[in-house]
């Protein structure tokens, strides 16, 4: 499956709320950048064990691109947690005042 196709995929399960994640152009312009020097060569000889064919750069691009996806998801979801609890926590009620206390002010 090529990365217009999982982009496309992935795409169609993401709601409007993730606006914080970038979207496949955005890990292609990481990836692109990050794909200078040796950052290829070291992708392939980090994968190279798990693989049962000789990797490429087109195949290291690829891991790479899919990684930076894959936590990019991890980070949305911690996000979209982190909103719902701070919605499902009550907020503090008002401070009461005795009597007294409210005479006073």
Same mark, same amino acid.
């Given at each position: 499956? *090529?990365?217009?196709?999982?982009?496309?995929?992935?795409?169609?399960?993401?709601?409007?709320?993730?606006?914080?994640?970038?979207?496949?152009?955005?890990? *292609?312009?990481?990836?692109?950048?990050?794909?200078?020097?040796?950052?290829l *060569?070291?992708?392939i000889?980090?994968?190279?064990?798990?693989?049962?064919?000789?990797?490429?750069?087109?195949?290291?691009?690829?891991?790479?691109?899919?990684?930076?996806?894959?936590?990019?998801?991890?980070?949305?979801?911690?996000?979209?947690?982190?909103?719902a609890?701070?919605?499902?926590?009550?907020?503090?009620?008002?401070?009461?005042?005795?009597?007294?206390?409210?005479?006073?002010?």
């Open positions: 499956m *090529d990365r217009k196709h999982q982009a496309d995929r992935g795409s169609k399960k993401r709601n409007a709320t993730s606006a914080s994640v970038k979207g496949p152009e955005f890990i *292609d312009q990481i990836v692109d950048c990050a794909a200078g020097g040796d950052f *060569d070291q992708t000889a980090v994968w190279q064990p798990y693989a049962d064919h000789p990797l490429t750069r087109e195949d290291a691009r690829e891991i790479t691109h899919n990684v930076v996806g894959f936590f990019s998801i991890l980070r949305e979801w911690a996000e979209e947690e982190r909103r609890a701070a919605l499902a926590e009550p907020s503090p009620p008002p401070p009461q005042f005795s009597d007294a206390e409210a005479n006073e002010k």
